[in-house]
């Protein structure tokens, strides 16, 4: 029997385009998946390469090279576990499982200590990209096993996307660190999505754009500094025209945004890690909002919108990008500030250059701005906020009268605008030497004897607030 390098379990279309993507760069790999049709898809594809897949599990296992190296790309959650019971007892101590789903950090490591008492080397890589990224090479996030990712490196540096020749995949760290930190890339994500459907809303509403106007802004800003995935696939979203009505599509789409909710595990584990990532959690937010269709209608008939008119368009449509500008980096910052925290808190050593590295060729947030960040930790990789390095300082105060003068707009027009108003509040706030977070701790400490600390002495005190002064 022939001998591959390689399985993988799940031929859907990620699991199938990255074992193409595999024998595309000379590796044997074959895969596994219960449904026929799957097989079929992949045999079809791979005909040029004689791809070839199992229906039986046992005999996908018995065909692998020892040690056995097998990728899962299946559902998140107890799919994954039922997979990998599956597997156990036809493994043997040295085999390596790799899941590259979009499983949470915490299964991640609950599968890694379990699977360490039986000698299979276990680990979680995260993938960003896409279809395309998949078939053509994404950026790659793998932590935990180190000798397992040592035995894995040669097949993922060479599928993984190349930027100046440098593959977009590195070792993340030990446990779950890899999972963990694809979890907050997606966190930027939503918030980069949110943005910039803000920034359609208020051309839309503010400016009295059609959508050909607004790709032309959306393209234009792509060619400049805020080159990015997402803008360039945001900018072609408003010339797709509908197969059915010929109409353009985005104006036929309903607006009730989905999520599979990795968005809500990063805001979840930001206030685990009392870590504010304010722009991040009102993208989840507004996701969920948006499902509330038929409140949102009732209500837009009870309350009038202000008049919205613009008195100068051309430097309004400046400010705009300006302040797109400035809430990007912010997304960015809020991420890897709560990675920074993640690392020291969960022991991951995570290195923030070679992330953002990594991120800059393959992923969904690979922009231009990654570069500035990638320099950024680079020259100080103790960097505990990327707000502290003087190039992305200049940045920001060439953005913060657009970003002022956008906010103040749209809150006036009655336009809202959760993700660019959070992050201007953020920055305001961090940037504040003196929170009126006194107040706070005086009103916990007269109601509920929480304590509070002194500016003029340390120690922990306590007021007895309804004594007489």
């Known amino acids: ?66 040690p056995r190296r097998i990728v899962l790309l299946v559902p998140a959650g107890p799919i994954v576990d039922s997979v990998i019971a599956e597997l156990q007892p036809l493994l043997e101590a040295g085999d390596m499982i ?86 907050v890339h997606n966190g930027i994500e939503y918030a980069m999505m949110q943005l910039l459907a803000e920034g359609y809303d208020i051309m839309k509403n503010s400016l009295g754009y059609n959508n050909e106007q607004i790709e032309e802004t959306f393209k234009s800003w792509n060619a400049g500094r805020m080159k990015s995935f997402l803008m360039e696939v945001t900018a072609d979203v408003f010339k797709f025209k509908d197969e059915k009505t010929g109409k353009l599509l985005i104006d036929l789409i309903k607006d009730e945004a989905k999520s599979k909710g990795t968005g809500k595990w990063t805001s979840q584990v930001s206030m685990d890690l009392y870590l504010p990532i304010p722009t991040i959690n009102e993208a989840v937010s507004t996701r ?53 925290q993640a690392s020291e808190s969960y022991k991951y050593e995570l290195k923030l250059d070679e992330i953002a590295k990594i991120w800059r060729g393959g992923c969904i947030i690979r922009a231009e701005l990654l570069q500035d960040i990638y320099a950024a930790y680079q020259a100080k990789p103790e960097l505990e906020h990327l707000f502290e390095d003087k190039n992305i300082q200049q940045k920001i105060a060439g953005t913060l009268s657009g970003i002022r003068n956008v906010c103040s707009t749209a809150i006036n027009h009655g336009i809202g605008i959760p993700a660019f108003a959070s992050a201007l509040t953020y920055f305001d706030s961090l940037r504040t030497a003196n929170l009126p977070s006194n107040l706070t701790q005086a009103q916990r400490d007269f109601f509920g004897a929480h304590t509070f600390e002194r500016t003029d002495e340390e120690g922990i005190f306590h007021a007895n607030w309804n004594a007489e002064n």
């Open 288 to 340: 969920d909002l948006s499902k509330l269709k038929k409140l949102r209608v009732a209500l837009a008939k009870a309350f009038e919108k202000p008049e919205a008119k613009i008195e100068n368009p051309e430097q309004f449509i400046v400010d705009l990008e300006n302040a797109m500008y400035f809430a990007m980096i912010v997304s960015y910052a809020q991420g890897l500030h709560l990675l920074t």
């Open 98 to 183: 790799i899941d590259s789903g979009n499983s949470h950090f915490t299964d991640t490591s609950r599968r890694a200590e379990d699977l360490s008492k039986t000698n299979i080397h276990f680990f979680g890589m995260g993938i960003s990209g896409g279809e395309e990224g998949a078939r053509f090479g994404p950026s790659m996030m793998p932590g935990g096993d180190k000798e397992a990712y040592s035995a894995m490196k040669e097949i993922l540096e060479a599928v993984s996307a190349k930027v100046n020749g440098e593959p977009c995949v590195t070792y993340i760290g030990p446990g779950a660190a890899g999972h963990f930190v694809k979890m």
């Open 1 to 66: 029997m022939k001998k591959y390098t390689l399985g993988m379990i799940g031929l859907g279309t990620m699991g199938r385009n990255l074992l193409l993507n595999m024998a595309d760069h000379g590796f044997d790999v074959t895969g596994y998946d219960k449904d026929p049709k799957m097989l079929a898809k992949l045999e079809e594809d791979g005909k040029e390469k004689n791809l070839k897949g199992h229906a039986s599990l046992e005999e996908f296992v018995q065909s692998l090279e020892l």
